[in-house]
């Protein structure tokens, strides 16, 4: 029998102990030996819970079991679950996790430290889809030109019904940590950071690159409002968290950030908490994925689908995409000043004479050509709101021209920018 220990059993803790009840002869069937969770570590003993495994507010009662063979992180955070899994692996016990933000600091040293000992974290990425499967095995003949995700079922949601019911930030939000799809500190979910977590580990198996979140560009959803979305509806755009990795000439651009997307899109028919990832592989061409990227039983398929593939293969496989010393080539991240796209600009300015043609001059300045302009009237009567669309330009110079549109005389507030996916 594989004995199994979870720390954490909050939501995707207690459906992992749930789902190993319920779905126990098939799943032993298919791992080829009988899984039982034999213990659960949680921070608070009095909180009630919908499971019944023994629980315990000591974690070392899971890492000093020496009959405990494979330990489940679910409890979230970084410092305290990396040391938890060091000892873990110190002991020799294989580990799976769904903590994405601890892997996007620490999955090289954690595949250094785990040598030959498993690691699964099917569930970091994507909740209830395959994708690291699918990149680490499924699409290992291919060199990887590019990854496109909706990535954060919370912001898909949130921006879904924000589009579609007009429902308000606050209140859309505040349904998305009820369903259980938000991380403790939503910040992450609707700055952006969650999807650039998950979008470093997928550019790891894909491209090896050793970034962290501090190196790419990440924005959030925060800034999204209603005038945008009148904007993106009135022209046949979708409005997406995307989370893009790009190889493009032996550098690696990685990115995550709102994006208008025409709505003809597959991706932008990505709606609710549903995730949807495109790969594209040289052999292959486009492959898409599409599932559930949050929620208690989904995520905890796929930490199931890994103690599976822990007991079923025996052996370690390749935590990140390249088992040494084989990795192919070395790449470089492109920096984020140097990145193209297309970009949808909304500026709240004085309605007079000059105005429009003064903007039209900063963005000529530094070379960036208009697609559509669009004048709206605003609530205060002296003043209007500007929308526009630009050709290809590089970010570096789009971020000048909006700091000078900023200082013009005429400019009431920041520059709103999203950037247009073609
Ligand atoms: P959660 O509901 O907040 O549960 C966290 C659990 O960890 C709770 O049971 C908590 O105990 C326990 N815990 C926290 N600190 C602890 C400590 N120091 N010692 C022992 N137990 C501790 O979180 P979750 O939503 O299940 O997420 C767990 C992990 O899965 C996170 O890394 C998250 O990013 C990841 N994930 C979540 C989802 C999702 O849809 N929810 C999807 C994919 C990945 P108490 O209950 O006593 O406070
Ligand atoms: N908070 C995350 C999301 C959970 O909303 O996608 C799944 O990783």
Same mark, same amino acid.
């Given at each position: 029998?594989?004995?199994?220990?979870?720390?954490?059993?909050?939501?995707?803790?207690?459906?992992?102990?749930?789902?190993?009840?319920?779905?126990?002869?098939?799943?032993?069937?298919?791992?080829?030996?009988?899984?039982?969770?034999?213990?659960?570590?949680?921070?608070?003993?009095?909180?009630?819970?919908?499971?019944?495994?023994?629980?315990?507010?000591?974690?070392?009662?899971?890492?000093?079991?020496?009959?405990?063979?494979?330990?489940?992180?679910?409890?979230?955070?970084?410092?305290?679950?990396?040391?938890?899994?060091?000892?873990?692996?110190?002991?020799?016990?294989?580990?799976?996790?769904?903590?994405?933000?601890?892997?996007?600091?620490?999955?090289?040293?954690?595949?250094?430290?785990?040598?030959?000992?498993?690691?699964?974290?099917?569930?970091?990425?994507?909740?209830?889809?395959?994708?690291?499967?699918?990149?680490?095995?499924? *699409?290992?003949?291919?060199?990887?030109?590019?990854?496109?995700?909706?990535?954060?079922?919370?912001?898909?949601?949130?921006?879904?019904?924000?589009?579609?019911?007009?429902?308000?930030?606050?209140?859309?939000?505040?349904?998305?940590?009820?369903?259980?799809?938000?991380?403790?500190?939503?910040?992450?979910?609707?700055?952006?950071?969650?999807?650039?977590?998950?979008?470093?580990?997928?550019?790891?198996?894909?491209?090896?690159?050793?970034?962290?979140?501090?190196?790419?560009?990440?924005?959030?959803?925060?800034?999204?409002?209603?005038?945008?979305?009148?904007?993106?509806?009135?022209?046949?755009?979708?409005?997406?968290?995307?989370?893009?990795?790009?190889?493009?000439?032996?550098?690696?651009?990685?990115?995550?950030?709102?994006?208008?997307?025409?709505?003809?899109?597959?991706?932008?028919?990505?709606?609710?908490?549903?995730?949807?990832?495109?790969?594209?592989?040289?052999?292959?061409?486009?492959?898409?994925?599409?599932?559930?990227?949050?929620?208690?039983?989904?995520?905890? @398929?796929?930490?199931?689908?890994?103690?599976?593939?822990?007991?079923?293969?025996?052996? @370690?496989?390749?935590?990140?995409?390249?088992?040494?010393?084989?990795?192919?080539?070395?790449?470089?991240?492109?920096?984020?000043?140097?990145?193209?796209?297309?970009?949808?600009?909304?500026?709240?300015?004085?309605?007079?004479?000059?105005?429009?043609?003064?903007?039209?001059?900063?963005?000529?300045?530094?070379?960036?050509?208009?697609?559509?302009?669009?004048?709206?009237?605003?609530?205060?009567?002296?003043?209007?709101? *500007?929308?526009?669309?630009?050709?290809?330009?590089?970010?570096?110079?789009?971020?000048?021209?909006?700091?000078?549109?900023?200082?013009?005389?005429?400019?009431?507030?920041?520059?709103?920018?999203?950037?247009?996916?073609?």
């Amino acid at each position: 029998m594989i004995r199994v220990g979870i720390i954490g059993v909050g939501t995707v803790g207690q459906s992992v102990a749930n789902i190993l009840r319920k779905n126990k002869a098939l799943i032993s069937a298919r791992a080829g030996k009988e899984i039982s969770v034999v213990k659960g570590a949680v921070r608070d003993l009095s909180v009630e819970r919908r499971v019944d495994i023994p629980l315990t507010d000591d974690v070392n009662e899971i890492l000093e079991d020496e009959s405990i063979d494979i330990v489940v992180e679910l409890m979230g955070g970084i410092d305290t679950p990396y040391e938890i899994i060091k000892k873990a692996l110190s002991r020799g016990k294989a580990v799976v996790t769904a903590n994405k933000a601890l892997l996007a600091y620490h999955r090289f040293d954690l595949q250094q430290i785990a040598g030959e000992i498993p690691i699964g974290y099917e569930a970091s990425v994507a909740g209830g889809i395959p994708i690291i499967n699918a990149l680490k095995v499924g *699409l290992s003949a291919n060199e990887i030109t590019a990854i496109k995700g909706i990535m954060n079922g919370t912001c898909n949601y949130m921006l879904t019904k924000m589009i579609r019911e007009g429902v308000s930030y606050e209140e859309v939000l505040k349904e998305a940590q009820e369903l259980g799809y938000a991380e403790a500190d939503p910040t992450f979910d609707v700055g952006g950071f969650d999807a650039a977590h998950k979008l470093l580990i997928l550019a790891s198996i894909a491209y090896g690159i050793d970034a962290k979140p501090e190196d790419i560009l990440i924005e959030g959803i925060e800034n999204v409002n209603q005038d945008d979305i009148d904007f993106a509806k009135e022209f046949g755009y979708s409005i997406k968290l995307l989370a893009i990795a790009k190889k493009i000439d032996g550098q690696i651009e990685l990115r995550v950030h709102p994006v208008l997307i025409k709505q003809e899109q597959m991706i932008a028919k990505i709606d609710g908490v549903m995730n949807g990832i495109s790969v594209i592989g040289d052999c292959v061409g486009e492959t898409l994925y599409y599932g559930p990227g949050a929620g208690g039983d989904a995520t905890a @398929s796929a930490v199931i689908a890994d103690i599976v593939e822990i007991v079923r293969a025996g052996q @370690s496989s390749p935590m990140l995409g390249f088992k040494k010393p084989f990795q192919s080539e070395d790449l470089t991240l492109l920096p984020k000043e140097e990145i193209r796209s297309e970009y949808f600009l909304r500026m709240l300015v004085d309605d007079a004479p000059g105005v429009l043609a003064s903007i039209a001059q900063v963005l000529g300045k530094h070379g960036i050509s208009i697609e559509t302009f669009l004048q709206r009237p605003s609530e205060n009567a002296k003043k209007a709101t *500007l929308l526009c669309a630009t050709h290809t330009c590089r970010e570096k110079d789009i971020l000048s021209a909006i700091d000078e549109i900023e200082n013009l005389p005429h400019t009431s507030a920041k520059v709103a920018m999203i950037r247009i996916e073609a």
